[in-house]
């Protein structure tokens, strides 16, 4: 069982930056992928960005250019930096950690979620 915390959300007027941080329980480098997913009020959940043990990222286009995601498995931690922070980028941020077994049986680990607040 992984849990995981994320933090580093909050206030920031639109332009601004914010870093979530997700950290987990135990070791993440066993863990094939990492995300961060988001929901506004009203809205589906919605893939923000992921990162595979090797290091592959892909992004939802609205974020690309803007956000970076990055993982530190010595630290058991996933980081979105989020720059350029626009209004609609207004959400709660998950975290979601993903683990294939050998027999392709996948296991998903969802974090409490942070609230990032973007004013214009």
């Known amino acids: 069982q992984v849990q995981l915390v994320e933090s580093g959300g909050g206030l920031v007027q639109a332009g601004g930056s914010l870093r979530l941080s997700c950290s987990a329980s135990?070791?993440?480098?066993?863990?094939?992928?990492m995300a961060w997913y988001r929901q506004a009020p009203g809205k589906q959940r919605e893939l923000v960005a992921a990162?595979?043990?090797?290091?592959?990222?892909n992004y939802v286009d609205s974020v690309k250019g803007r956000f970076t995601i990055s993982r530190d498995n010595a630290k058991n931690t996933v980081f979105l930096q989020m720059n350029s922070l626009k209004p609609e980028d207004t959400a709660v941020y998950y975290c979601?950690?993903?683990?294939?077994?050998?027999?392709?049986?996948?296991?998903?680990?969802w974090g409490q979620g942070t609230q990032v607040t973007v004013s214009s």
């Open positions: 135990g070791s993440i480098a066993n863990l094939d992928t």
């Open positions: 990162i595979t043990n090797g290091g592959r990222t």
């Open positions: 979601k950690a993903q683990r294939v077994t050998s027999r392709s049986v996948t296991y998903d680990y």
